[in-house]
Antibody, heavy 113, light 107 residues
Framework: EVQLVESGGGLLQPGGSLRLSCTTS????????MSWVRQAPGKGLEWVSG????????NYADSVKGRFTISRDNFKNTVYLQMNSLRAEDTAVYYC??????WGQGTMVSVSS | SYELTQPPSVSVSPGQTARITCSGD??????AYWYQQQAGQAPVMIIY???KRPSGIPERFSGATSGTAVTLTISGVQAADEADYYC??????????FGGGTKLTVL
């Protein structure tokens, strides 16, 4: 069974850091690009970042550039999102997805003082 | 950056046809994708590369493209189709963008 499971979300104060993980199974992870997409409460989908299958190339939305870093470990079948200098507007459910076809269930990140 | 524009809402009676449009300057050059998101759930891809259906998606869902717009058509709408629908595309460097989403209401 193909599965993506996000973890690492939580409640933290502005300026804090968090690392999200997305552990995958059931498909050849190393041959697929991966992305993180977020959804603020009551809002639409927002693409955050993407990484190539080999990890050599990555992209970021302007809203997170310079603060977030995407990475992957093809031996552990896991993609990560390191989030620094968090702001209230980063509050959202964070989903990982394999090329938009397979999605995890999401992990909630809340940034509040 | 570029934008994709969708109507905020579309309403249709059961059994009728719903059409949701998405417009953007990037669409003649890049593929469009459509997602369905039920309340409290993760998105599900229902159309990829403008007009192709992933395995398991009913034929009632179809996609079409014309110039700077793409259209998702849902034929024979059912109550279970009530959801938010998002279009998505990507530029040549791989940066994705989503439309603002359309809430489909089945009357």
């Amino acid at each position: 069974e193909v599965q993506l499971v996000e973890s690492g979300g939580g409640l933290l104060q502005p300026g804090g850091s968090l690392r999200l993980s997305c552990t995958t199974s059931g498909f050849t992870f190393s041959t697929y690009a991966m992305s993180w997409v977020r959804q603020a409460p009551g809002k639409g989908l927002e693409w955050v970042s993407g990484i190539s299958d080999d990890g050599d190339s990555s992209n970021y939305a302007d809203s997170v550039k310079g603060r977030f870093t995407i990475s992957r470990d093809n031996f552990k079948n896991t993609v990560y999102l390191q989030m620094n200098s968090l702001r209230a507007e980063d509050t959202a459910v964070y989903y990982c997805t394999s090329q938009g076809l397979i999605w995890g269930q999401g992990t909630m990140v809340s940034v509040s003082s | 950056s570029y934008e994709l524009t969708q109507p905020p809402s579309v309403s249709v009676s059961p059994g009728q046809t719903a059409r949701i449009t998405c417009s953007g300057d990037v669409l003649p050059k890049q593929y469009a994708y459509w997602y369905q998101q039920q309340a409290g759930q993760a998105p599900v891809m229902i159309i990829y590369k403008d007009n192709k259906r992933p395995s398991g998606i009913p034929e009632r869902f179809s996609g079409a493209t014309s110039g700077t717009a793409v259209t998702l058509t849902i034929s024979g709408v059912q109550a279970a189709d009530e959801a938010d629908y998002y279009c998505q595309s990507a530029d040549s460097s791989g940066i994705w963008v989503f439309g603002g989403g359309t809430k489909l209401t089945v009357l």
